[in-house]
Nanobody, 122 residues
């Protein structure tokens, strides 16, 4: 079992930055890939970014490429999402997730955090 707890969300003006953290617990987290997803009101949950468990290979949604950076601190069992140049359309609940099989398909991720709200004002 893997437990995930997100933090770092909040209200920020367009053009600003936020860093989300995802603290993981559970013996098996080190064998899982990490990822971030988001869900805006009235929309489906969508992929944002993912990082592999060992090599740290990353992948981003086109909408955030060049603005967001995902990273992982294995010693702290924590995955981060640095969000820069935020836009109003980035407003959503952001979820941390973990999976054994590296994929961007939201349906195939096994473990989820409770989510943290990010609101970007114009």
């Amino acid at each position: 079992q893997v437990q995930l707890v997100e933090s770092g969300g909040g209200l920020v003006q367009a053009g600003g930055s936020l860093r989300l953290s995802c603290a993981a617990s559970g013996r098996t987290f080190s064998s899982h890939h990490g990822g971030w997803f988001r869900q805006a009101p009235g929309k489906e949950r969508e992929f944002v970014a993912t990082i592999t468990q060992v090599a740290g290979i990353t992948k981003y949604a086109d909408s955030v490429k060049g603005r967001f950076v995902i990273s992982r601190d294995a010693a702290k069992n924590t995955v981060y999402l640095q969000m820069n140049s935020l836009k109003p359309e980035d407003t959503a609940v952001y979820y941390c997730a973990a999976t054994e099989f590296w994929t961007t398909d939201v349906a195939l991720w096994t473990y989820w955090g409770q989510g943290t709200q990010v609101t970007v004002s114009s």
